[in-house]
């Protein structure tokens, strides 16, 4: 599976961005499929995870601010993100997996490349 996430930018803080990240070679109805971010000088953090069967997950950072939604008929997985603040200026991972558990990085098996969010304060 080739992952190509997108939608990054600078957006003001109190605003709203939406990534997507497209699936290729594979389609993704039968994988979990996640969102990542890394901080500089941080560690990849766990996001949001959506579940082969729609099963929803969100880590502490986002949660109650963003939405993680998949679309396997176009192979598409986004994420909204509400309310951000200059804390979440990072670059966004969006990856694949099958393992149970969502919120570890080694559960995902096939990565894209990233996209860079700013948050403007």
């Known amino acids: 599976v080739q992952l190509q996430a997108s939608g990054g930018g600078l957006v003001q803080a109190g605003g709203s961005l939406r990534l997507s990240c497209a699936a290729s070679?594979?389609?993704?109805?039968?994988?979990?499929m996640g969102w990542f971010r890394q901080a500089p000088g941080k560690e990849r953090e766990f996001v949001a995870a959506?579940?082969?069967?729609?099963?929803?997950y969100y880590g502490d950072s986002l949660k109650g601010r963003s939405i993680i939604a998949r679309d396997n008929a176009k192979n598409m997985v986004y994420l909204q993100m509400y309310r951000m603040k200059p804390e979440d200026t990072a670059v966004y991972y969006c990856?694949?997996?099958?393992?149970?558990?969502?919120?570890?990085?080694?559960?995902?098996?096939?990565w894209g490349q990233g996209t860079l969010v700013t948050v403007s304060s």
């Open positions: 990856a694949a997996g099958v393992a149970d558990i969502v919120v570890v990085t080694t559960s995902y098996d096939y």
């Open positions: 070679g594979r389609a993704i109805s039968t994988y979990t």
């Open positions: 959506v579940s082969w069967s729609d099963g929803t």
